[in-house]
Protein backbone atom coordinates (compact mmCIF):
# COMPACT_ATOMS: atom_id res chain seq x y z
CA UNK A 1 0.00 0.00 0.00
CA UNK A 2 0.99 3.36 -0.43
CA UNK A 3 1.08 4.83 3.06
CA UNK A 4 2.91 1.28 4.28
CA UNK A 5 6.07 1.33 1.73
CA UNK A 6 6.50 5.17 0.79
CA UNK A 7 9.13 5.40 3.33
CA UNK A 8 10.82 2.44 2.31
CA UNK A 9 10.55 3.34 -1.87
CA UNK A 10 12.03 6.72 -1.64
CA UNK A 11 15.60 5.81 -0.65
CA UNK A 12 15.77 3.22 -3.42
CA UNK A 13 14.01 5.07 -6.12
CA UNK A 14 17.12 5.23 -7.90
CA UNK A 15 18.23 1.84 -7.16
CA UNK A 16 15.06 0.54 -8.73
CA UNK A 17 14.99 2.66 -12.06
CA UNK A 18 17.93 1.52 -12.78
CA UNK A 19 17.65 -1.48 -11.88
CA UNK A 20 14.53 -1.75 -14.31
CA UNK A 21 16.58 -0.87 -17.56
CA UNK A 22 18.00 -4.64 -17.17
CA UNK A 23 14.58 -6.83 -16.13
CA UNK A 24 11.40 -6.81 -15.66
CA UNK A 25 9.60 -4.65 -12.82
CA UNK A 26 9.01 -6.49 -9.61
CA UNK A 27 4.81 -7.04 -9.22
CA UNK A 28 2.98 -3.70 -7.59
CA UNK A 29 2.39 -3.91 -4.09
CA UNK A 30 0.20 -0.96 -3.93
CA UNK A 31 -3.75 -1.52 -3.09
CA UNK A 32 -5.37 1.38 -3.43
CA UNK A 33 -9.08 2.64 -4.81
CA UNK A 34 -7.40 6.16 -6.72
CA UNK A 35 -10.90 6.87 -8.03
CA UNK A 36 -14.69 5.78 -7.41
CA UNK A 37 -18.13 6.94 -9.11
CA UNK A 38 -21.17 5.88 -9.64
CA UNK A 39 -23.18 6.72 -12.44
CA UNK A 40 -27.02 8.21 -12.47
CA UNK A 41 -28.30 8.93 -15.71
CA UNK A 42 -29.46 12.83 -14.31
CA UNK A 43 -26.89 13.38 -11.37
CA UNK A 44 -28.29 16.80 -10.08
CA UNK A 45 -31.60 15.14 -9.54
CA UNK A 46 -29.74 13.08 -6.63
CA UNK A 47 -26.61 15.25 -6.13
CA UNK A 48 -25.58 18.90 -5.86
CA UNK A 49 -23.55 19.08 -7.81
CA UNK A 50 -22.19 16.58 -11.14
CA UNK A 51 -19.25 16.03 -9.58
CA UNK A 52 -20.31 14.69 -6.66
CA UNK A 53 -20.51 11.45 -8.27
CA UNK A 54 -16.90 10.93 -8.26
CA UNK A 55 -14.73 10.85 -5.08
CA UNK A 56 -11.28 10.96 -5.63
CA UNK A 57 -9.69 8.20 -2.81
CA UNK A 58 -7.13 10.28 -0.20
CA UNK A 59 -4.71 7.12 0.52
CA UNK A 60 -5.25 7.52 4.12
CA UNK A 61 -9.21 6.83 3.47
CA UNK A 62 -10.96 3.79 3.94
CA UNK A 63 -14.54 5.01 4.10
CA UNK A 64 -16.20 6.53 1.44
CA UNK A 65 -19.52 7.96 0.96
CA UNK A 66 -21.45 9.64 -2.22
CA UNK A 67 -23.54 12.58 -0.23
CA UNK A 68 -26.99 13.05 -2.02
CA UNK A 69 -29.64 16.02 -1.92
CA UNK A 70 -31.75 16.00 1.44
CA UNK A 71 -34.35 13.06 1.75
CA UNK A 72 -33.63 11.40 -1.53
CA UNK A 73 -33.78 7.50 -1.36
CA UNK A 74 -30.99 5.40 -3.15
CA UNK A 75 -31.50 1.76 -4.36
CA UNK A 76 -29.40 0.47 -6.65
CA UNK A 77 -26.65 2.37 -8.47
CA UNK A 78 -23.87 0.78 -11.27
CA UNK A 79 -20.22 1.49 -9.29
CA UNK A 80 -16.89 2.40 -11.20
CA UNK A 81 -13.16 2.21 -9.61
CA UNK A 82 -9.89 3.14 -10.87
CA UNK A 83 -7.28 1.03 -8.29
CA UNK A 84 -3.48 0.73 -8.15
CA UNK A 85 -2.07 -0.66 -11.85
CA UNK A 86 -2.70 -4.83 -11.03
CA UNK A 87 -4.55 -4.88 -8.06
CA UNK A 88 -8.21 -7.23 -8.10
CA UNK A 89 -10.74 -5.61 -6.19
CA UNK A 90 -13.44 -7.91 -4.86
CA UNK A 91 -16.96 -7.70 -2.98
CA UNK A 92 -17.11 -9.07 0.63
CA UNK A 93 -19.91 -11.03 1.27
CA UNK A 94 -20.19 -11.37 4.94
CA UNK A 95 -22.83 -13.98 4.82
CA UNK A 96 -20.74 -16.63 3.12
CA UNK A 97 -17.47 -15.50 4.14
CA UNK A 98 -15.95 -15.28 0.58
CA UNK A 99 -14.99 -12.27 -1.69
CA UNK A 100 -17.31 -11.70 -5.21
CA UNK A 101 -15.00 -10.66 -8.28
CA UNK A 102 -16.30 -7.00 -9.22
CA UNK A 103 -16.59 -5.54 -12.51
CA UNK A 104 -16.69 -1.88 -13.18
CA UNK A 105 -20.50 -1.22 -14.04
CA UNK A 106 -21.97 -3.88 -11.43
CA UNK A 107 -25.56 -2.92 -9.81
CA UNK A 108 -24.73 -2.30 -6.06
CA UNK A 109 -27.36 -2.13 -3.34
CA UNK A 110 -26.99 0.80 -1.28
CA UNK A 111 -30.43 0.61 -0.02
CA UNK A 112 -31.26 1.33 3.85
CA UNK A 113 -27.73 3.51 3.82
CA UNK A 114 -25.99 0.44 4.09
CA UNK A 115 -22.13 0.05 3.92
CA UNK A 116 -20.90 -2.49 1.08
CA UNK A 117 -17.61 -3.50 1.87
CA UNK A 118 -14.79 -4.56 -0.84
CA UNK A 119 -11.21 -5.67 -0.80
CA UNK A 120 -8.62 -4.77 -3.06
CA UNK A 121 -5.67 -7.23 -3.43
CA UNK A 122 -2.17 -5.71 -4.54
CA UNK A 123 -0.63 -7.15 -7.73
CA UNK A 124 1.65 -9.26 -5.74
CA UNK A 125 -0.81 -11.10 -3.81
CA UNK A 126 0.96 -9.96 -0.37
CA UNK A 127 -1.26 -6.82 0.23
CA UNK A 128 -5.09 -6.11 0.40
CA UNK A 129 -6.76 -3.19 1.78
CA UNK A 130 -10.48 -2.93 3.26
CA UNK A 131 -12.67 0.27 2.31
CA UNK A 132 -16.05 0.31 3.26
CA UNK A 133 -18.93 2.34 0.32
CA UNK A 134 -22.11 4.19 0.88
CA UNK A 135 -24.83 6.47 -0.48
CA UNK A 136 -27.16 8.45 1.86
CA UNK A 137 -28.22 11.71 2.36
CA UNK A 138 -26.52 15.07 3.02
CA UNK A 139 -27.45 15.91 6.95
CA UNK A 140 -29.67 18.89 7.32
CA UNK A 141 -27.46 20.81 9.75
CA UNK A 142 -29.31 23.58 11.76
CA UNK A 143 -26.46 26.04 10.72
CA UNK A 144 -24.65 26.96 13.87
CA UNK A 145 -21.45 25.03 14.27
CA UNK A 146 -19.81 24.11 17.81
CA UNK A 147 -16.61 22.30 18.29
CA UNK A 148 -15.55 21.41 21.90
CA UNK A 149 -12.96 18.73 21.09
CA UNK A 150 -14.08 16.90 24.48
CA UNK A 151 -14.50 13.63 22.26
CA UNK A 152 -14.80 12.39 18.98
CA UNK A 153 -11.23 11.56 18.56
CA UNK A 154 -9.68 8.40 18.22
CA UNK A 155 -6.41 6.36 16.80
CA UNK A 156 -6.10 5.51 13.07
CA UNK A 157 -6.52 2.05 12.06
CA UNK A 158 -2.77 1.84 12.22
CA UNK A 159 -2.87 3.20 15.86
CA UNK A 160 -0.27 5.72 14.92
CA UNK A 161 -2.14 9.22 15.47
CA UNK A 162 -5.03 10.68 16.34
CA UNK A 163 -8.11 11.44 14.44
CA UNK A 164 -11.05 13.53 15.24
CA UNK A 165 -14.86 12.30 13.76
CA UNK A 166 -17.37 14.74 14.26
CA UNK A 167 -20.78 13.43 14.00
CA UNK A 168 -22.99 16.66 13.78
CA UNK A 169 -21.59 17.85 10.59
CA UNK A 170 -23.03 17.52 7.07
CA UNK A 171 -19.66 16.21 5.60
CA UNK A 172 -17.41 13.21 7.36
CA UNK A 173 -14.95 13.39 7.78
CA UNK A 174 -14.93 16.89 8.92
CA UNK A 175 -11.61 17.60 10.19
CA UNK A 176 -8.00 16.59 8.66
CA UNK A 177 -4.49 16.97 10.15
CA UNK A 178 -1.31 16.38 8.46
CA UNK A 179 0.11 14.11 10.48
CA UNK A 180 -0.31 11.26 8.21
CA UNK A 181 2.46 13.57 6.51
CA UNK A 182 4.77 13.27 9.37
CA UNK A 183 4.21 9.82 9.85
CA UNK A 184 6.49 9.57 6.48
CA UNK A 185 9.10 11.21 8.17
CA UNK A 186 9.01 10.34 11.54
CA UNK A 187 7.54 6.67 12.03
CA UNK A 188 8.84 5.51 15.22
CA UNK A 189 6.96 8.96 16.47
CA UNK A 190 3.96 7.66 19.48
CA UNK A 191 0.66 9.39 19.14
CA UNK A 192 1.04 12.24 21.29
CA UNK A 193 4.75 12.91 19.81
CA UNK A 194 2.71 14.19 16.66
CA UNK A 195 2.63 17.56 15.70
CA UNK A 196 -1.26 17.48 16.54
CA UNK A 197 -3.06 15.47 19.03
CA UNK A 198 -5.81 15.87 21.74
CA UNK A 199 -4.51 17.60 24.95
CA UNK A 200 -6.59 16.34 28.05
CA UNK A 201 -7.92 18.03 31.20
CA UNK A 202 -6.30 21.64 30.13
CA UNK A 203 -9.29 23.11 28.20
CA UNK A 204 -10.56 26.17 28.48
CA UNK A 205 -13.37 24.14 30.59
CA UNK A 206 -10.75 21.82 32.18
CA UNK A 207 -12.10 19.07 29.74
CA UNK A 208 -9.94 18.33 26.89
CA UNK A 209 -8.67 20.79 24.01
CA UNK A 210 -6.41 20.48 20.63
CA UNK A 211 -2.85 20.61 20.95
CA UNK A 212 -0.82 21.67 17.76
CA UNK A 213 2.74 21.52 17.83
CA UNK A 214 5.54 22.55 15.30
CA UNK A 215 7.90 19.62 14.79
CA UNK A 216 11.19 18.64 13.58
CA UNK A 217 11.00 16.06 10.87
CA UNK A 218 14.64 14.67 11.85
CA UNK A 219 16.84 13.59 8.84
CA UNK A 220 13.80 12.20 6.81
CA UNK A 221 12.90 15.63 6.39
CA UNK A 222 16.16 17.51 6.22
CA UNK A 223 16.90 14.90 3.11
CA UNK A 224 13.67 16.28 1.35
CA UNK A 225 13.88 19.83 2.42
CA UNK A 226 10.86 19.74 4.98
CA UNK A 227 12.60 20.42 7.59
CA UNK A 228 9.40 21.26 10.15
CA UNK A 229 6.02 20.01 10.39
CA UNK A 230 3.78 22.64 11.79
CA UNK A 231 0.37 21.39 14.07
CA UNK A 232 -2.62 21.64 11.99
CA UNK A 233 -6.43 21.19 12.11
CA UNK A 234 -8.75 22.14 9.50
CA UNK A 235 -12.25 21.45 7.76
CA UNK A 236 -10.96 18.82 4.51
CA UNK A 237 -8.50 16.62 3.77
CA UNK A 238 -5.02 15.42 3.29
CA UNK A 239 -3.71 13.16 0.82
CA UNK A 240 -0.64 11.55 2.23
CA UNK A 241 0.33 9.92 -1.57
CA UNK A 242 0.96 13.76 -2.84
CA UNK A 243 2.78 14.93 0.43
CA UNK A 244 6.51 14.55 -0.68
CA UNK A 245 5.25 16.37 -3.87
CA UNK A 246 3.58 19.34 -3.51
CA UNK A 247 2.31 19.85 0.64
CA UNK A 248 0.04 22.69 -0.24
CA UNK A 249 -1.32 20.95 -2.95
CA UNK A 250 -1.68 17.76 -0.98
CA UNK A 251 -3.72 19.76 1.44
CA UNK A 252 -7.72 20.09 0.59
CA UNK A 253 -9.12 22.89 2.07
CA UNK A 254 -13.38 22.97 2.68
CA UNK A 255 -16.86 21.49 2.44
CA UNK A 256 -19.30 22.15 1.08
CA UNK A 257 -21.92 24.08 3.29
CA UNK A 258 -25.23 25.02 2.94
CA UNK A 259 -25.10 27.69 5.41
CA UNK A 260 -23.82 31.23 5.26
CA UNK A 261 -21.51 32.11 8.04
CA UNK A 262 -20.31 35.29 10.00
CA UNK A 263 -18.63 35.26 12.31
CA UNK A 264 -16.17 32.35 14.25
CA UNK A 265 -14.95 32.68 17.64
CA UNK A 266 -13.33 29.73 20.38
CA UNK A 267 -10.00 30.33 23.32
CA UNK A 268 -6.52 29.81 22.38
CA UNK A 269 -3.37 30.08 23.59
CA UNK A 270 0.19 30.27 21.96
CA UNK A 271 3.96 29.81 22.58
CA UNK A 272 5.97 30.07 20.07
CA UNK A 273 8.96 28.00 19.82
CA UNK A 274 13.01 29.53 20.39
CA UNK A 275 14.24 30.06 17.05
CA UNK A 276 12.18 30.60 13.76
CA UNK A 277 14.10 29.30 10.37
CA UNK A 278 13.65 28.87 6.76
CA UNK A 279 13.32 26.21 4.52
CA UNK A 280 16.92 25.37 4.27
CA UNK A 281 16.83 25.24 8.38
CA UNK A 282 18.50 28.89 8.86
CA UNK A 283 17.77 30.68 11.43
CA UNK A 284 15.88 33.59 10.82
CA UNK A 285 17.36 36.31 13.68
CA UNK A 286 14.53 39.00 15.21
CA UNK A 287 11.73 37.01 13.72
CA UNK A 288 9.19 35.19 16.10
CA UNK A 289 6.86 32.44 14.85
CA UNK A 290 3.13 33.10 15.16
CA UNK A 291 -0.01 30.95 14.43
CA UNK A 292 -2.89 31.16 12.49
CA UNK A 293 -6.71 30.91 12.42
CA UNK A 294 -8.97 31.52 9.62
CA UNK A 295 -11.74 30.61 8.15
CA UNK A 296 -12.54 31.05 4.49
CA UNK A 297 -15.38 30.56 2.22
CA UNK A 298 -15.26 30.31 -1.18
CA UNK A 299 -17.38 29.21 -4.67
CA UNK A 300 -17.06 25.57 -5.24
CA UNK A 301 -18.01 25.26 -8.74
CA UNK A 302 -17.22 27.28 -12.16
CA UNK A 303 -19.23 28.79 -14.27
CA UNK A 304 -19.06 25.05 -16.63
CA UNK A 305 -19.88 23.14 -13.12
CA UNK A 306 -16.73 22.17 -12.55
CA UNK A 307 -15.51 21.46 -9.39
CA UNK A 308 -13.50 24.10 -7.30
CA UNK A 309 -10.85 22.48 -4.33
CA UNK A 310 -9.15 25.24 -2.60
CA UNK A 311 -6.26 23.69 -1.28
CA UNK A 312 -3.07 25.21 1.15
CA UNK A 313 -2.66 28.31 -1.11
CA UNK A 314 -6.60 29.36 -0.25
CA UNK A 315 -4.98 32.71 1.21
CA UNK A 316 -3.42 33.50 -1.73
CA UNK A 317 -4.59 36.32 -3.83
CA UNK A 318 -1.84 35.99 -6.15
CA UNK A 319 -3.70 33.58 -9.46
CA UNK A 320 -0.01 32.65 -10.16
CA UNK A 321 0.22 30.78 -6.67
CA UNK A 322 -3.77 30.42 -6.35
CA UNK A 323 -5.80 30.26 -10.03
CA UNK A 324 -9.17 29.76 -7.51
CA UNK A 325 -8.30 33.29 -6.03
CA UNK A 326 -11.34 34.76 -7.66
CA UNK A 327 -13.75 32.37 -6.17
CA UNK A 328 -13.11 33.57 -2.45
CA UNK A 329 -15.95 35.21 -1.39
CA UNK A 330 -15.33 35.30 2.18
CA UNK A 331 -12.54 35.74 4.53
CA UNK A 332 -12.06 35.62 8.48
CA UNK A 333 -8.59 35.93 9.86
CA UNK A 334 -6.84 36.34 12.94
CA UNK A 335 -3.90 39.89 12.78
CA UNK A 336 -0.65 38.19 14.04
CA UNK A 337 -0.21 41.64 15.94
CA UNK A 338 -3.04 40.54 17.77
CA UNK A 339 -1.76 37.05 19.03
CA UNK A 340 -1.15 36.70 22.95
CA UNK A 341 1.92 35.53 23.32
CA UNK A 342 3.39 33.02 25.83
CA UNK A 343 0.20 33.37 28.40
CA UNK A 344 -0.88 30.37 30.60
CA UNK A 345 -4.49 31.74 30.09
CA UNK A 346 -6.47 31.26 27.58
CA UNK A 347 -7.35 33.97 25.11
CA UNK A 348 -10.91 34.11 23.70
CA UNK A 349 -10.79 35.43 19.78
CA UNK A 350 -13.98 36.75 17.49
CA UNK A 351 -13.42 36.84 13.98
CA UNK A 352 -16.08 38.02 11.58
CA UNK A 353 -16.46 36.83 8.06
CA UNK A 354 -16.22 39.86 5.84
CA UNK A 355 -17.51 39.24 2.60
CA UNK A 356 -16.85 40.70 -0.52
CA UNK A 357 -19.09 39.69 -2.70
CA UNK A 358 -23.24 39.53 -1.95
CA UNK A 359 -24.69 35.75 -1.61
CA UNK A 360 -27.95 34.56 -2.60
CA UNK A 361 -29.82 32.33 0.09
CA UNK A 362 -30.58 30.18 -2.51
CA UNK A 363 -27.67 29.74 -4.07
CA UNK A 364 -25.86 29.21 -0.62
CA UNK A 365 -28.94 26.74 0.32
CA UNK A 366 -27.78 24.65 -3.08
CA UNK A 367 -24.44 24.34 -1.46
CA UNK A 368 -22.65 26.10 -4.09
CA UNK A 369 -20.10 27.50 -1.34
CA UNK A 370 -17.14 25.46 0.65
CA UNK A 371 -16.32 26.66 4.57
CA UNK A 372 -12.35 26.27 5.30
CA UNK A 373 -11.59 26.49 8.65
CA UNK A 374 -7.58 26.27 9.73
CA UNK A 375 -5.91 26.12 12.92
CA UNK A 376 -1.62 26.15 12.59
CA UNK A 377 0.76 26.38 14.99
CA UNK A 378 3.21 28.36 12.41
CA UNK A 379 1.65 30.64 9.46
CA UNK A 380 4.19 29.72 7.28
CA UNK A 381 4.32 26.37 8.03
CA UNK A 382 3.53 25.31 4.50
CA UNK A 383 6.19 26.60 3.37
CA UNK A 384 7.94 24.99 6.17
CA UNK A 385 9.41 28.11 7.42
CA UNK A 386 8.57 28.07 11.58
CA UNK A 387 9.96 27.32 14.77
CA UNK A 388 10.16 23.74 16.40
CA UNK A 389 8.26 23.49 19.72
CA UNK A 390 5.79 26.44 18.74
CA UNK A 391 3.02 25.44 20.34
CA UNK A 392 -1.04 26.71 19.51
CA UNK A 393 -3.86 25.07 21.90
CA UNK A 394 -7.53 25.00 20.46
CA UNK A 395 -10.45 24.87 22.31
CA UNK A 396 -15.04 25.37 22.05
CA UNK A 397 -14.60 26.49 18.23
CA UNK A 398 -18.08 28.25 17.23
CA UNK A 399 -19.43 28.73 13.74
CA UNK A 400 -22.23 31.45 13.88
CA UNK A 401 -24.17 31.86 10.76
CA UNK A 402 -26.96 34.48 9.47
CA UNK A 403 -29.51 31.37 8.10
Known amino acids: MKKTHIIALLPIVGALQFASCFGDEPANAECDIEKIWVHTDVPEEMFFHSYDTLYEVPSAETAIVFQTRYDVVVTQMPLYMQVTPGAQIFRLDALNNREVPFVNGDVVDFSNAQVVMFRVHSEDGNYHRDYGVSVMPRVRGGGDLYFSFDDYYQLDERGSFYEWHEPNVPVSPWWATGNPGYRLSVSSAKPQEYPTCPEEHTGVDGKNCVRLTTSDTKGFGAMVNMRIAAGNLFAGSFDVANALRNALAATKMGHPYA?????????????????????????????????????????????????????????????????????????????????????????????????????????????????????TSSADGGNFCGAVGSTLWIDNVTIECEY
Open 259 to 375: HKPVKMSGYYKYQPGATKQDRQGNALPGEIDYPDIYCVIYRNADAQGNRIQMDGNILETNPQKNPNAEYVVGKARINSEDVVMNSSEWTKFELPIVYTTELSQEDVEGENYSMAIVF
